[in-house]
Every structure is written in C-alpha cells, then in structure tokens.
C-alpha cells in the first residue's frame, strides 16, 4: 500500500495550475508544496494565494512542507488554506510540541521532516505525537539533486521505532526519487514517495506517473501522506 505524491517544485511554475490537474488525472493522489523562506534554505516558493487557488482546481489533498526557519509563524500564515497535512523540518523548530499541537488543533494532520544530515534520536520523544515522518533523502531546498542511499537505513529505523512504541505513522521519502528507487524505498518501509523531477520532467507527465507507479505495482491501494 504506498501513494505517489507530485511535488510541484518540479514543474513549470509559470503553469502550475495546468501541471497539477495533469498529475492528478494521471494518477497521483497528493501535491506536495514545499515552502521556502530564503533563510533556512536559499531559495523561495510558494505562499498561501497559491495553496488557495490549488484548492479549487484540484480535488487531491494538498500537503505543505515547511523548509523555513520560525515554522509556527509560516504555519499561521497557511492556517486558513485548504491544505490536508503540514510538515515541518525537525531542525528547524527547537519546541516541536507547541506546533504540533497547534497543527493538529487546526484539524490539519502534521509531520515532521528530517534531513539526511539530521540524527533521529529525538523522534523517540515525538513521534507519538506524529501522524507522518519525511525522511529526506537530499538536502532541502531545490529539486533535482542526487538521492542520499542513507535513507534506506533511517527508513528502517523510523519503521522498528514506530513499532515499538505502538504509535504507527505514515512514512514518507521527499528527494531524488526515480523509477530506480521506488521498489527498494517501498520495500525498506516508505508508504508515500514525494516525487517532483521524477514526475514533471521533460513535461511528460502522464507517462512519467505511469512509469513511477509501474515501478511501485500497479494496482496498489494508496497509503495516506498525513
Ligand atoms: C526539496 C523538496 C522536495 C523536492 C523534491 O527541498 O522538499 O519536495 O521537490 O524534488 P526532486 O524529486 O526533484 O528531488
Ligand atoms: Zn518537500
């Protein structure tokens, strides 16, 4: 059971709108909007009039992924849009509970995004609290870069972690990922692959989900980003 998530870092942003109704018809079943801030990465995305209109042209659940430092004061920025799930960075954030609170007391489902520099030891103390982890399999802040293996590893460990505290959490991998990595990632634990080159390359949209879903099995019931 996994689902493919469009990350529309990876498309023309001059036809965003277009890019995103073409995945979900082609079979992708979340979009993926990472917000920048130009300080906790250098570059700068997405804001919530963008979330906004998404919402109305598209039906698939809208998952945020905060790459920003402060991300309780980009999380109210976001509060009102039609967005499903929110993820935040663990690095970025020194009191995670406070915001995973107020996430969760919005109604939003919330996450926790690790990079591949970042050590797991702290999630033992939040991952109760958690309904996803996105373990990062490149460093945050641009799409297209070379896939870090060492995800295969944090993958398990997050997986045994969350089964031996009894709180099962949806697993998520954001980062490099390719037809190459699907069935390995979905075999080391991952249950939602966070694809943005891999999808929009080339603008093939349509043959590149096919591709990426092939490669996972078609047919399979989709897992929820949360
Ligand atoms: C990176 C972002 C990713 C990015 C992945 O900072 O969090 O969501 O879009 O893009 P690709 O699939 O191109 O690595
Ligand atoms: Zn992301």
Redesign the pocket.
């Known amino acids: 059971m996994w689902a493919l998530s469009a990350?529309i870092?990876?498309c023309k942003h001059a036809a965003i709108g277009e890019a995103v109704r073409r995945a979900e018809k082609a079979g992708a079943q979340y979009i993926?909007i990472?917000v920048?801030d130009g300080d906790y990465?250098d570059n700068l995305t997405f804001g919530p009039q963008l979330v906004r209109e998404l919402g109305e042209l598209c039906s698939l659940p809208l998952s945020l992924?905060l790459?920003t430092n402060r991300p309780d004061r980009y999380f109210r920025l976001f509060r009102d849009t039609p967005i499903h799930a929110v993820s935040f960075q663990l690095d970025a954030c020194p009191n995670p509970l406070h915001l995973i609170r107020e996430i969760r007391m919005s109604g939003k489902k919330v996450g926790l995004?690790i990079g591949p520099a970042v050590g797991l030891e702290p999630l033992r103390y939040v991952l109760p609290h958690l309904d996803s982890v996105t373990v990062?399999s490149?460093?945050?802040?641009?799409?297209?870069?070379v896939f870090e293996p060492s995800v295969y590893e944090k993958l398990r460990h997050v997986r045994r972690l969350s089964e031996e505290l009894g709180h099962p959490v949806t697993l998520c991998v954001?980062?490099?990922?390719d037809t190459d990595k699907v069935a390995p990632l979905l075999e080391a634990g991952a249950d939602v692959l966070?694809?943005?080159?891999?999808?929009f390359r080339g603008d093939r949209i349509e043959e590149n989900i096919a591709a990426l879903l092939k490669s996972g099995g078609a047919g399979r019931a989709a897992a929820r980003e949360d």
């Open positions: 990350s870092l990876g993926h990472d920048m990465v992924h790459e995004g990062m490149v460093e945050p802040g641009y799409g297209g870069q954001d980062g490099g990922v966070i694809c943005g080159t891999s999808v």
